[in-house]
Every structure is written in structure tokens, then in C-alpha cells.
């Protein structure tokens, strides 16, 4: 497909990798989507856990601004923050692994 070609030529870098050869907490990210829209639900997973509750976030967020729910707020502070714990327990991970080194 020309749209996943287009997103794997055109990835951004890290800048915590570029220069200090180390990987950051989002690091995997774009890998992460890349993999998800091929099929490669494991692949994603592997690459960065968060993914798809960051997914959720942004749709419950688009769906907030449409219908305006009324505990939407409260409910995408709840999510953003799983979000947030998903991301730093896997970078934890990885640092416990040593994985976060280039």
C-alpha cells in the first residue's frame, strides 16, 4: 500500500536516540502504528504497549468535542493517565532489560 510505504519512508527521529543514543519513553511509536495497520497486533504490542489506549484516547477525546458526555472530562484525564502509566511501566522495562540503549 502507497499510505504505509509513504509512513515507513518518511518516519521521524527520535532526538534522544539521534544524539544520545538512548531511547526515550515514546520511542516505538510510529513502529508501533506502522505495525497495527499491517495486521501485526502482537508486533505493536511489543513495540509500544500504549498504543492503543493513546488510539482511544484521541477517539473518546473527538467524540467528547462532538456529544460533549458529561463526565467526558473526567473520563479523559482517567484515560490519558492509564496511558501515561502504560508508558513509563514498559519504558521501565526496557531499562530494567537494558533495551534502551542503541
Given at each position: ?52 489506549p ?5 477517539v ?43
Amino acid at each position: 500500500m502507497a499510505f504505509l510505504d509513504f509512513l515507513k519512508s518518511n518516519m521521524l527521529s527520535c532526538p534522544s536516540k539521534k544524539f544520545l543514543h538512548i531511547e526515550c519513553p515514546g520511542c516505538g511509536l510510529q513502529r508501533s502504528f506502522i505495525a497495527l495497520l499491517e495486521g501485526d497486533f502482537s508486533r505493536s504490542l511489543q513495540l509500544f504497549p500504549a498504543l492503543i489506549p493513546f488510539i482511544i484516547v484521541w477517539v473518546f477525546l473527538l467524540l467528547h468535542l462532538i456529544f460533549k458526555f458529561k463526565h467526558g472530562a473526567f473520563i479523559i484525564k482517567f484515560l490519558f493517565l492509564f496511558c501515561a502509566i502504560t508508558t513509563m511501566f514498559s519504558f521501565g522495562i526496557k531499562v530494567a532489560k537494558g533495551q534502551i540503549f542503541t
